[in-house]
């Protein structure tokens, strides 16, 4: 006798899975739905690593490196005879890299990778006493589609040489990598939402300077050459703290031969979660 059929299983297309098995027609969509999406993802990312997109501007810190789906924008920003410079970058998400050795008779050269020429930052620039100021702001992911906020934004600047510069950088989460060895800091205020920051000061020979660095979650790498007169003030949340080659001095860290009586580099760290590494160099 062939068994009887439960009523809620007649009329089904295909034999209808029952309650107490565990696996329910709503889960069973899902994990189809799940496994389509995960396959799309890698299939697009093994197409844009192996190069089956045409190739386009190649950038060394990007996983698209070698795609159109990336364009470059460079912009410079005269000195136009100034003596002095106030630099200003704020970014909302993505990489900034900040060097060094800008082009005479060049203040600030940016260059900007985006997908699309309208995702390119704001400038603003003003020449007042002799002082040029510049503002370099992100625009944001206003009007852009939702797998915008996924794409490279990426900004590589250069500074100049020639003038002491006042240096402000904001970045709401990714990475910052500043290297001021050649620069002459008037001021430097770094602050960093989310993301390891470095900064590199391990071979600077410009003139004395105040700095704050804040970074609310990430790890921090900042490098002081020896032969400087430098005082570290650090104020941490969470996390270790790495001076390797300092002495210290009433709570803080200094070079050695630190002499108060001398111009003294001032540099405050304000660190809420992450490993702060302090390097002499």
């Known amino acids: 006798m062939s068994a009887e059929i439960p009523k809620e299983e007649k009329n089904c297309g295909i034999r209808c899975l029952p309650f107490g098995s565990g696996i329910t027609p709503t889960r069973l969509i899902l994990w189809l739905s799940a496994i389509a999406i995960v396959s799309f993802v890698i299939g697009f990312g093994i197409m844009a690593i192996s190069g089956e997109f045409s190739s386009g501007t190649a950038h060394t810190n990007s996983p698209f490196t070698h795609n159109a789906w990336i ?8 000195l ?24 005479e008779p060049v203040l600030m050269e940016a260059t900007v990778f985006s997908k699309a020429p309208e995702w390119q930052p704001d400038y603003s620039t003003v020449l007042e006493n002799r ?14 589609a939702w797998f915008a906020v996924h794409s490279p934004n990426i900004w590589e600047i250069r500074v100049t040489d020639t003038v002491p510069v006042a240096l402000d950088v904001k970045i709401g989460a990714g990475d910052c990598r500043l290297n001021l060895d050649t620069i002459n800091i008037r001021s ?5 939402g989310a993301g390891d920051t470095e900064i590199d000061l391990g071979r600077y020979r410009g003139g004395r300077f105040d700095a704050t660095i804040m970074s609310g979650i990430g790890d921090l790498t900042l490098k002081v050459p020896g032969s400087g007169n430098t005082r570290i ?11 390797s080659g300092f002495a210290m001095n009433n709570g803080a860290y200094v ?27």
């Open 131 to 144: 002082t040029k100021t510049v503002r370099m702001i992100d625009k944001g992911h206003t009007g852009k």
């Open 188 to 192: 430097l205020n770094v602050h960093s």
């Open 255 to 281: 070079s050695p031969g630190y002499n108060p009586a001398l111009p003294v580099n001032e540099i405050t760290v304000k660190q809420g979660v992450g490993s702060v590494y302090l390097e002499m160099v």
């Open 71 to 78: 364009t470059s924008n460079t912009t410079d920003i005269p």
């Open 233 to 243: 003030t650090v104020d941490q949340g969470v996390g270790d703290i790495t001076g």
């Open 80 to 103: 136009d005879e100034a003596t002095s410079g106030n630099i200003s970058v704020t970014m909302g998400a993505g990489e900034i890299t900040l060097t060094g050795g800008a082009q």
